[in-house]
């Protein structure tokens, strides 16, 4: 009999649970990645993602040949197609158990139950986040429903445990690389992002040497590199949360001490993934697209397709919010300041249901993932799990002059603006304004007015 290693959206081999499980035995397992570009398509995967995905399997299929194991592909349609083709693969190939990382998302879920009910003996392992869902409750064993006393929660489970990652298997001689695996879906180029293998760790090493300790004083300024850069990799797991987290401890072990600066930022920022992706396990209406707080059901949206149109374009009139949006379409990712800039611009000032601008993330993402997609959207709309005040509402002229301060971002996406000063570019004068260049498609002050009239509905009644 056979083991078999099942990748889905853990494309490593370095801090791999599921990977090490089905290593234990003296026979090297096979290695199988399904294909479903149908389901993909249902899901609103950004074909930059699913481009750097391919390429991604390419580059583990390589590194598995020189463990000496061969790593497979089936090409379905959607998840209703795996149990049967999965059942079929194993018979073939004479499979005794299939091993693979637990995924937090409820069609995933649903897909791994019906290939357990159709016999087939899968073993689900940790690995998506670095505390496994239901790990760090509450006394009562309840789920923690605001972010701060769950990351204390969270850090002081971690302080103490030995978080070195799993090394790669060994023990059996390569095999020929198979055959270049080419997904039957609509792609787009990401060689912005290397998938050589080691590609993810490098760029980890450089962000903890070069950035990190001033990680909490420039992580919000989208003209300077100071962020880590690491969000399309984690997406498809091609490096691992928890190894992450080691390499930031191994050269500030304070960090997960709460103690401010740098490290901690980062690290904070690895407890709000965890956090995210533990809300979908516990609430599955997450995943289907459902406000967490019920109250935000009463929120009536006004949902102007032209204003729409004019976010997602990047031609609303006003530049960070625009340079923004450009940043997007033309590269596949969005600075994080930036992507709740957008989100409260249009879901406060434009009144255009979060959704639309989820899904719009959705489809254009390099770094594409449910859990922090949905859980900044709802955030940021102030519908979500300890979200922002529904009065908090962000200026993007005030945001723009904060962090962007010389224009040095929005010239880089809004050329057309290169000749203004570094006064006139956060909201161009008409008497100066290009002539290919919006004027801005809503008044900030009356837009404010109606949203805080909107999300009224949203105050609880003992508040």
């Known amino acids: 009999m056979t083991?078999?290693?099942?990748?889905?959206?853990?494309?490593?081999?370095?801090?791999?649970?599921?990977?090490t499980a089905a290593c234990a035995g003296s026979k090297a397992p096979l290695a199988l990645f399904i294909s479903t570009p149908a389901q993909w398509q249902e899901h609103n995967m950004a074909p930059i993602q699913v481009d750097l995905m391919e390429r991604a399997v390419n580059a583990l299929a390589q590194q598995l040949a020189q463990l000496g194991i061969t790593l497979h592909h089936l090409a379905l349609s959607r998840f209703d197609d795996v149990p049967q083709a999965l059942t079929q693969f194993c018979q073939d190939h004479d499979i005794d158990q299939i091993h693979a990382s637990a995924e937090p998302e409820l069609n995933e879920q649903r897909r791994d139950q019906r290939v357990i009910d159709s016999g087939l003996a899968l073993c689900l392992h940790p690995g998506h986040c670095i505390m496994p869902p239901?790990?760090?409750?509450?006394?009562?064993?309840?789920w923690y429903r605001v972010f701060t006393p769950f990351r204390r929660a969270w850090m002081a489970r971690l302080r103490g445990q030995d978080l070195s990652p799993l090394p790669p298997p060994t023990g059996w001689p390569a095999v020929a690389t198979p055959a270049t695996i080419e997904f039957d879906a609509a792609k787009e180029s990401s060689t912005l992002w290397p998938v050589a293998p080691g590609t993810p760790q490098r760029v980890l090493n450089r962000f903890i040497t070069e950035r990190i300790n001033a990680y909490h004083l420039y992580?919000?300024?989208?003209?300077?590199?100071?962020?880590?850069?690491?969000?399309?990799?984690?997406?498809?797991?091609?490096i691992s949360a928890n190894s992450c987290l080691h390499a930031v401890l191994s050269q500030a072990p304070e960090a997960i001490q709460e103690q401010p600066g740098g490290p901690f930022?980062?690290?904070?920022?690895?407890?709000?993934?965890?956090?995210?992706?533990?809300?979908l396990v516990a609430w599955p209406k997450l995943s289907k697209g459902e406000n967490f707080n019920a109250l935000a059901d009463k929120v009536h949206w006004e949902n102007n397709d032209l204003a729409f149109e004019a976010w997602c374009q990047g031609r609303t009139g006003f530049p960070l919010v625009d340079a923004a949006m450009k940043q997007l379409?033309?590269?596949?990712?969005?600075?994080?300041?930036?992507?709740?800039?957008?989100?409260?611009?249009?879901?406060?000032?434009?009144l255009i249901d979060w959704r639309r601008g989820e899904r719009w993330f959705s489809q254009h993402l390099v770094d594409g993932d449910l859990a922090a997609n949905n859980g900044g959207w709802q955030w940021s709309a102030s519908t979500g799990c300890d979200a922002q005040p529904y009065f908090r509402i962000f200026n993007p002229v005030s945001q723009s002059k904060k962090f962007d301060p010389d224009g040095a971002f929005i010239r880089r996406y809004l050329p057309e603006l290169s000749d203004l000063s570094g006064k006139e570019i956060h909201l161009p004068p008409a008497s100066v304004r290009p002539r290919d260049y919006p004027a801005p498609i809503v008044d900030l002050s009356d837009s404010r007015r109606r949203a805080l009239e909107r999300f009224a509905v949203m105050k609880r009644e003992d508040s």
Do not use: C
């Open 3 to 19: 083991e078999l290693i099942w990748f889905r959206k853990d494309l490593r081999i370095e801090d791999h649970p599921a990977l």
């Open 219 to 238: 992580r919000d300024r989208p003209d300077r590199e100071a962020t880590s850069a690491l969000s399309p990799y984690l997406s498809l797991g091609m």
């Open 265 to 279: 930022t980062w690290v904070n920022e690895l407890a709000w993934r965890d956090f995210y992706r533990h809300l």
């Open 329 to 350: 379409t033309q590269t596949g990712w969005m600075h994080n300041r930036l992507r709740m800039v957008t989100a409260s611009f249009l879901t406060k000032n434009l």
């Open 134 to 142: 239901g790990s760090v409750v509450k006394e009562d064993g309840s």
